[in-house]
């Protein structure tokens, strides 16, 4: 167990629907890093947040935000789903935003599946 | 940006066997380099990573080593067991900016047979 929290486990949805992933950091880390993993793809880099403000930005679909709220949890918001949007959301936490300690622990993940 | 490409995608060894995974980077800024062992439906592990300073770092049965100039590291697992059957990446960061998101390969599936 990383001490890492990600809810929900699993999501079913349609085509056209919004969601929303919570991720939980380990605690103590600062930041939060969302990963998209699909098939083809692999795991992607979409998004990083370190105490509250956003730090990074890979490859988000502007159809999809996140926050990190006060007390350091993060939500994903995935809208106007497509097929192609189905995959494993990971989040990842890490002691800061990048220095010296970045070794990030993976939350056990949220499996999307749009139909 | 960074680009990490990772070979090979597949791997099959005997238990007992040695393997390797390698990667090469493109950013010469990268200077930590993790690799994560994910099993299937499971998260991403971290296993052993390494930092730009140092050009080996072995943990038991693992090793990785970095090679700054021509950009690349690579993995090694000795006397491989069927539990180390699963997908393993390499990543790449900047951990000395303000950022620290990871690059990551496409992964090595590594089947080890009995």
């Known amino acids: 167990d990383s001490g890492v929290t990600q809810t929900p486990k699993h999501l079913i949805t349609a085509t056209g629907q919004r969601v929303t992933l919570r991720c939980s950091p380990r605690?103590?880390?600062?930041?939060v890093y969302w990963y998209q993993q699909s098939l083809d793809q692999g795991l992607q880099f979409l998004i990083q947040?370190?105490?509250?403000?956003?730090?990074a930005k890979g490859n988000i679909l502007e159809r999809f935000s996140a926050q990190q709220f006060p007390d350091l949890h993060s939500e994903l918001n995935l809208s106007s789903l497509e097929l192609g949007d189905s995959a494993l959301y990971f989040c990842?936490?890490?002691?800061?935003?990048?220095?010296?300690?970045?070794?990030?622990?993976f939350g056990p993940g949220t499996r999307l599946t749009v139909l | 940006g960074e680009n990490v490409e990772q070979h090979p995608s597949t791997l099959s060894v005997q238990e007992g066997d040695s393997a390797v995974i390698k990667c090469t980077y493109s950013d010469s800024a990268s200077n930590y380099f993790p690799w994560y062992k994910q099993e299937l439906g499971k998260r991403p592990q971290l296993i052993i990573d390494i930092r730009s300073n140092v050009g080996e770092k072995k943990d038991q049965r693992i090793a990785v080593t970095l090679n700054k100039t021509a950009k690349h590291f690579s993995l090694h697992i000795t006397e491989t067991q069927p539990e180390d059957s699963a997908v393993y990446f390499c990543?790449?960061?900047?951990?000395?900016?303000?950022?620290?998101?990871?690059?990551f390969g496409k992964g090595t599936k590594l089947s080890v047979k009995p």
């Open positions: 990842a936490s890490s002691p800061r935003g990048g220095g010296r300690y970045n070794e990030q622990f």
């Open positions: 990543a790449a960061s900047n951990y000395g900016g303000s950022q620290g998101n990871l690059i």
């Open positions: 947040y370190y105490n509250g403000e956003e730090r």
């Open positions: 605690s103590g880390d600062l930041s």
